[in-house]
T-cell receptor
């Protein structure tokens, strides 16, 4: 069965520091995709970054990068130079190739301290 | 591009009434729309998947007669919470997959609807 695990329920990070949010996954599909979303207190889901299972390079989008370790089945999100506005819930999700649903992790609540 | 609207953003209703939530893809055609429910401090829980012109597929444990989903066009899906009760109070989010474009499997999310049943 496909599964996403986020082991950090909450994290406190000092402003301007880098932060790594953990995500491990389990799937037997050879083709899959991994997404990270940010959900601020307003509730909207904001797409951050995507990594395809066949992508050779780690994905990057501005201050966001994805540390993709395929053999270890991990897809950690790295936020460089954290800002107060980064405080939010962060969800890791995996595309199910069988029905295109997204499998969701439990989320990590990130709080950036000034 | 790829904007999804959801209306209303917030609704308060009395127990026993029905509430309709609309989800629209504004600038693309959505082959599939998803409805999620989210409890405080928890992850998204998929309620159902709907394809235009066909019956929605509900996840195990979701009452079909309680949560009516209609996907009448490629840009509109509605969720009706029938005879709402306080335990139905939650944050409901819709998402849509584009007929063309976007990342493989990418879902575009609406801003959510906060339902409070008194």
């Amino acid at each position: 069965a496909q599964k996403i695990t986020q082991t950090q329920p909450g994290m406190f990070v000092q402003e301007k520091e880098a932060v790594t949010l953990d995500c491990t996954y389990d799937t037997s599909d050879p083709s899959y995709g991994l997404f990270w979303y940010k959900q601020p207190s307003s509730g909207e889901m904001i797409f951050l970054i995507y990594q395809g299972s066949y992508d050779q390079q780690n994905a990057t989008e501005g201050r966001y990068s994805l540390n993709f370790q395929k053999a270890r089945k991990s897809a950690n999100l790295v936020i460089s130079a954290s800002q107060l506005g980064d405080s939010a819930m962060y969800f890791c999700a995996m595309r199910s190739d069988s029905n295109y649903q997204l499998i969701w992790g439990a989320g990590t609540k990130l709080i950036i301290k000034p | 591009g790829a904007v999804v609207s959801q209306h209303p953003s917030r609704v308060i209703c009395k127990s026993g009434t029905s509430v309709k939530i609309e989800c629209r893809s504004l600038d693309f055609q959505a082959t599939t729309m998803f409805w999620y429910r989210q409890f405080p401090k928890q992850s998204l829980m998929l309620m159902a998947t709907s394809n235009e012109g066909s019956k929605a597929t509900y996840e195990q444990g979701v009452e079909k007669d309680k949560f009516l989903i209609n996907h009448a066009s490629l840009t509109l899906s509605t969720l009706t919470v029938t005879s709402a009760h306080p335990e139905d109070s939650s944050f409901y989010i819709c998402s849509a997959r584009s007929f063309s474009g976007g990342l493989p499997g990418e879902q575009f999310f609406g801003p959510g609807t906060r339902l409070t049943v008194l």
